[in-house]
C-alpha cells in the first residue's frame, strides 16, 4: 500500500471515518506521518486531536519542508510532550511554542538525548533565544551568556527575572556576572552581584530596570534580527531607542542595511549603511535622501542608480524636477527614468518644452548626449543656444536586421521623443534615420497618425524596419501581412519567430511574385530540424523560387502535399513555371519527387485539361478514406503521420476518423498523436480516455492536459473515465508522480471525488481499506475502483 494511495484516502474520506480508519491502517499511517510530504490537514487534524503520542511522535520527526502546514506543527507543539522536543526544535517559527507549553517538572524534557541536555551541548547558534523566557533555568542562564552584548539591558535584566523565578537562585546571577565582565553593558557584572547580595534579588533587579523600555517580546525579537541582519515584520520601531542601542554598540552595516527597510528610518542611520555597502543599500533601503544620486557613488557606478530611480521617483523620495537640474551627467539619470510613471514624463515634456519643435536643437541635443557632463537641464540650455548646431542626424545607421532595442543615446533620444507632444514628433519625422525609425516603429508604440506619417515619409524602407522584429504583437503583423508587400512579408517570414503558423502561410502567398534573395537565402537556410514546417509553409505561394527551395530541401511525406504544391504553382504562373518546377536542380540527376508523382504530374501537363486532371487527383488523395488509409498505413512503418497532413495543409476528417476508429481501432500512438491536435473533438478525446491508460511516460499527459487547458475535457471527465484510477487523481491533484506536471488551474478537483466516495463508500472503514489495497494495483477508472470494493464488502 503505497503513501499516495493512504494520502489520497485520507483527503477524501468522510471526517467520521478518519479515526477510524488511522486505526485501522495504523503502520503506513504511521510510515506516512514520518517519511510523507504534503500531509493530509484531515489526518493532522485527527492525529493532533487524538492526542496519541505515538503518532503525535511520527509526524513531529517528519522534517520535511513541505510537509504540511505551519500552524500544525505549533498546535502540536503546544500538546507539550517532551519526547517531541528536539525534532519541534529544528523548525524556528515553533521553538517558543514548545517552551511555552512544557512543564519543567516532567523528567523528560531533561531525559538523556531530551531537549534541555541537547540544548546544553549545542555548540550551534542562533537557535537559544526563546529560551531566556523560561521555563528551564539553564537554559535562560546559557541564553544570557549568548545574548547579552547584543540585548538591551532592560531585556537582559527581564531575563535575570526570569532566571529567579525557574529557580536559578542567587548564585545563578554570581555565576552569570563571571561571564559578561566584557559584554557592552559597562557595570552589568557588578549589578548582578550587588543583586545576588540583596536580600530580594528580583525586586533588586527589577527596580533597576528602566520602565517602558524594551518590554515588547516581538520588539526584542524585531532588535535580534536587525542585529543579525534580517528583518521579522513590518512592525514600527521605536527609534529613540534604537538610536540608544546603536550608540551603546553600534550596528554592522548589514545590520544599519536593515534597519533603512523602514521608511522611516533617520537619514543620518540610513546612510551610514550606504556609505558602507551603496549597492546593497540602494537595492534595499525604503528610501534613500536625494545626496546619493549627486554624490561620488553615483558617478563612479557604485551602486544601481536605474534601479534607485524606478522605486524612488514613483514613491516620491526621489524628487524628479531636482534629478533633472541636478544630477550628472544627464545620460546616466535620462537613461533610468521611470517613463511608465506619468508624473515623470510630465516632468521631462516641461523640460524639453525649450526645444519647440526645431529639428537642429533636438539633432544637437541628441549629438551632445554621449560626452555632455552637466545636469538634464543644462543639456536642453546648451541644445537651444549652442552655436554648434546640427541640422542632420548625426552618424546615420540603416535598420538592424533582425531589429534590437536601442540602447545609450538611441535609447534615451526615444524616450525624450516620446514625451514631446504629437505635433513635435511629426515634424522631427524627416530627419530620422532608418535605425531611428525602426526603433519608434518597433519598440516605441506611436500613435496611428504618427505611424501614416513614418510610412509615407519613409516609404516601404520604414515597414521593412518594423517587419524586422523578432517578435511583434499580433496586431501589428496582421497590419503589416494586409499591406500585402513581398519585401515586408519576407522580413516578417526571415525574422519574427512569433508568427502563427496561419500567418506563416500568408508571409509566403505572393501570388506568383518573386521575392528575390531577400526572402529565398534565409528560407534556404532555415534549420530543418526546428524550422520544416516553416519551409512547409510555402505550399500555397506560388512562388517558383519559394517552390523550388521546398522541392529541394524538405522531402514531402504526402502526396497531397506535393500536388498542391503543383496545382498552386501552376494555378498562379501556369504549366511552363511547374514544367521548370519538375526539372532536376542544377547539379543533380534526378527529380526528389516519387516517379508516380513525376509521371502524373508531366502527362497532365502534356494533356488538354491537366490542372483539372491534378485537382481531381488531389481530391482523391484528400478523401477521408485515403486520409485514414494513409494514417494507418504510416502507423505500421513510420510513426503516426498526423502532423505531416496538417503540416502540408490537409485537414483532418475527424467525424469519419471517429467512425474508422469504432470499427478497426487505431494503435495507440495514433491514437494519441490525433489527440494532441488543437482541434480534435471532444467525443474522441473521451473515447482515447476510456480506451487507454492514463501513462506519464507516453503522450497521455501532454494530450489531456492541453485539452483540459482548453476546456475540451473536464476535471470531472478525467476522475469519471480515465484509468487507472491512482493515477487518474495524482494528475489532477498534481501528486505523486505527476508532481512537476499538473500546475494549471484545472488543478485539484476533489469535490467531483469526495462526491464519489461519499456515494460508494460513506463512513465504511473496511470499505476504504479495500480501497486502498486495490488501488496502486486497479486498472479501472476510480467509479469503478469504489464499486468494487463496495461490492467485496458488501
Request: aromatic fraction near 6%; charged fraction near 25%.
Amino acid at each position: 500500500m503505497n503513501q499516495t494511495a493512504v494520502k489520497t484516502a485520507f483527503r477524501l474520506a468522510d471526517p467520521s471515518a478518519i479515526p477510524v480508519l488511522i486505526a485501522r491502517l495504523r503502520t503506513e499511517v504511521l510510515s506516512l506521518l514520518r517519511e510523507g510530504d504534503e500531509l493530509p490537514d484531515r489526518l493532522l487534524e485527527a492525529v493532533l486531536t487524538s492526542g496519541d503520542r505515538e503518532l503525535c511522535a511520527a509526524f513531529a520527526g517528519n522534517s520535511g519542508r513541505t510537509a504540511c502546514d505551519p500552524a500544525f506543527r505549533l498546535r502540536l507543539a503546544a500538546l507539550g510532550h517532551p519526547e517531541n522536543g528536539c525534532a519541534l526544535w529544528q523548525h524556528g517559527e515553533v521553538r517558543a511554542a514548545v517552551l511555552a507549553a512544557a512543564d519543567p517538572a516532567d523528567p523528560g524534557w531533561y531525559a538523556p538525548g531530551g531537549l534541555v541536555e541537547t540544548l546544553l551541548k549545542s555548540e550551534v547558534k542562533g537557535m537559544l533565544a526563546p529560551a531566556l523566557w523560561g521555563p528551564f533555568p539553564e537554559l535562560v542562564a546559557r541564553a544570557l551568556r549568548q545574548y547579552a552584548r547584543q540585548l538591551p539591558l532592560p531585556v537582559v535584566l527581564d531575563a535575570c527575572d526570569v532566571l529567579l523565578a525557574c529557580g536559578g537562585g542567587a548564585e545563578s546571577l554570581v555565576s552569570l556576572a563571571g561571564d559578561v565582565e566584557n559584554t557592552a553593558h559597562p557595570g552589568l557584572a557588578e549589578l548582578l552581584r550587588e543583586a545576588a547580595a540583596a536580600p530580594d534579588p528580583a525586586s533588586f533587579l527589577r527596580g533597576r530596570r528602566v520602565p517602558g523600555e524594551w518590554d515588547a517580546p516581538d520588539a526584542v525579537a524585531q532588535l535580534r534580527g536587525i542585529r543579525a541582519g534580517s528583518r521579522l515584520s513590518d512592525a514600527p520601531l521605536n527609534w529613540y531607542l534604537v538610536r540608544r542601542e546603536h550608540e551603546r554598540w553600534p550596528f554592522t552595516p548589514n545590520a544599519l542595511i536593515t534597519l533603512s527597510q523602514w521608511p522611516d528610518c533617520p537619514e543620518d542611520l540610513a546612510m551610514a549603511g550606504f556609505r558602507a555597502y551603496p549597492r546593497t543599500s540602494a537595492a534595499h533601503a525604503a528610501q534613500l535622501p536625494m545626496e546619493v544620486l549627486l554624490g561620488r557613488e553615483a558617478r563612479a557606478g557604485r551602486f544601481d542608480v536605474a534601479a534607485l530611480l524606478r522605486r524612488g521617483v514613483p514613491e516620491g523620495w526621489l524628487p524628479v524636477e531636482r534629478i533633472l537640474a541636478e544630477a550628472a551627467p544627464a545620460r546616466s539619470f535620462l537613461a533610468a527614468l521611470p517613463y511608465d510613471h506619468e508624473p515623470t514624463r510630465r516632468a521631462v515634456a516641461e523640460l524639453l518644452a525649450p526645444l519647440g519643435s526645431h529639428p537642429t536643437r533636438w539633432l544637437t541635443l541628441y549629438a551632445s548626449l554621449p560626452t555632455f557632463e552637466g545636469p538634464a537641464a543644462a543639456l536642453v540650455t546648451k541644445a537651444c543656444s549652442s552655436a554648434e548646431r546640427h541640422t542632420q542626424w548625426p552618424q546615420p545607421l540603416d535598420a538592424d536586421i533582425p531589429a534590437k532595442k536601442p540602447d545609450g543615446p538611441r535609447a534615451i533620444f526615444q524616450q525624450l521623443y516620446s514625451c514631446a507632444p504629437e505635433e513635435v514628433q511629426l515634424t522631427l519625422v524627416p530627419h530620422l534615420d532608418m535605425q531611428a525609425v525602426q526603433h519608434l516603429l518597433v519598440f516605441g508604440n506611436p500613435s496611428k497618425r504618427l505611424y501614416d506619417e513614418v510610412v509615407a515619409v519613409h516609404g516601404t524602407a520604414a515597414l521593412k524596419a518594423h517587419a524586422s522584429a523578432s517578435s511583434l504583437p499580433a496586431q501589428d503583423r496582421e497590419a503589416l501581412l494586409h499591406i500585402d508587400e513581398p519585401g515586408v512579408n519576407a522580413r516578417l517570414y526571415a525574422n519574427c519567430r512569433n508568427i502563427t503558423p496561419t500567418e506563416r502561410v500568408k508571409t509566403l502567398a505572393s501570388q506568383g511574385r518573386h521575392y528575390g534573395e531577400e526572402l529565398i537565402a534565409p528560407l534556404s537556410g532555415l534549420d530543418l530540424g526546428n524550422y520544416r514546417d516553416w519551409v512547409a509553409a510555402g505550399l500555397g505561394s506560388g512562388d517558383i523560387e519559394v517552390a523550388r527551395v521546398i522541392v529541394h530541401r524538405i522531402k514531402l511525406q504526402t502526396e497531397a502535399g506535393r500536388l498542391r504544391l503543383a496545382i498552386e504553382l501552376w494555378e498562379r504562373q501556369g504549366p511552363d513555371t511547374v514544367r521548370k518546377l519538375m526539372d532536376p536542380a542544377c547539379g543533380e540527376d534526378h527529380h526528389p519527387w516519387p516517379v508516380p508523382t513525376q509521371h502524373a504530374v508531366h502527362k497532365a501537363l502534356d494533356g488538354p485539361d491537366g490542372l483539372d486532371v491534378l485537382r481531381r487527383r488531389l481530391a482523391a488523395e484528400e478523401s477521408p478514406e485515403q486520409v485514414i488509409a494513409y494514417l494507418r498505413e504510416q502507423t505500421r512503418t513510420h510513426g503516426a503521420g498526423v502532423h505531416w497532413i496538417v503540416s502540408e495543409g490537409g485537414t483532418l476528417p475527424w467525424a469519419e476518423l471517429r467512425r474508422a476508429h469504432a470499427t478497426d481501432p487505431f494503435t495507440d500512438e495514433l491514437l494519441w498523436a490525433l489527440t494532441r491536435e488543437p482541434d480534435c473533438p471532444r467525443a474522441m478525446l473521451l473515447d482515447a480516455l476510456r480506451e487507454k491508460p492514463l501513462d506519464r511516460q507516453g503522450y497521455t499527459a501532454e494530450s489531456v492536459g492541453r485539452a483540459l487547458d482548453r476546456g475540451a475535457l473536464t476535471p470531472d471527465d478525467v476522475l469519471r473515465l480515465a484509468h487507472p484510477a491512482q493515477q487518474a487523481f495524482d494528475f489532477l491533484t498534481g501528486t505523486g508522480s505527476w508532481r512537476r506536471i499538473t500546475t494549471q488551474a484545472w488543478a485539484r478537483p476533489c469535490a467531483l471525488a469526495a462526491k464519489l466516495t461519499a456515494e460508494h463508500l460513506g463512513a465504511d472503514v473496511e470499505a476504504w481499506a479495500t480501497v486502498l489495497r486495490l488501488m496502486p494495483e486497479f486498472h479501472g477508472t476510480l467509479p469503478e475502483l469504489l464499486a468494487t470494493a463496495g461490492a467485496v464488502v458488501g
